[in-house]
């Protein structure tokens, strides 16, 4: 069982940064396939980065690429989102998740923006005033 915390979530200005942790438990090999999504008040889950570790590839929705990064430190299973210019919009609550083994990596990474993770962390809040 894989168990995932994120840290991180904080409320901000217009044009700041701020730093996502997600904690997985397990070895980083469980967790090679692995995304950010978020959620805000009224709307839908969104997948916004995802990122196949062993292979070192990203992709990233339109609403975020060139501001926001996704990144893996495999030596102690964690993953990060560095997310830069934030607008009001990026207000939410921020989720990450992980894919079995088993499904990763697909023949298109950028097919995960819209998959079914089968582990999901509790979220941290991200608000971002203008």
């Known amino acids: 069982q894989i168990r995932l915390t994120e840290s991180g979530g904080a409320s901000v200005q217009a044009g700041g940064s701020l730093r996502l942790s997600c904690a997985a438990t397990g070895p980083y090999y469980r967790t090679a396939c692995m995304a950010w999504f978020r959620q805000a008040p009224g709307k839908e889950r969104e997948g916004i980065a995802v990122i196949y570790s062993a292979g070192g590839t990203t992709a990233y929705a339109d609403t975020v690429k060139d501001r926001f990064n996704i990144s893996k430190d495999n030596d102690v299973n964690i993953l990060f989102l560095q997310m830069n210019n934030l607008k009001p919009e990026d207000t939410g609550m921020y989720f990450c998740?992980?894919?079995?083994?088993?499904?990763?990596?697909?023949?298109?990474?950028?097919?995960?923006?819209?998959?079914?993770?089968?582990?999901w962390g509790r979220g941290t809040q991200v608000t971002v005033s203008s």
């Open positions: 998740a992980a894919l079995r083994p088993a499904n990763c990596p697909p023949a298109t990474l950028s097919l995960l923006l819209t998959a079914d993770f089968d582990y």
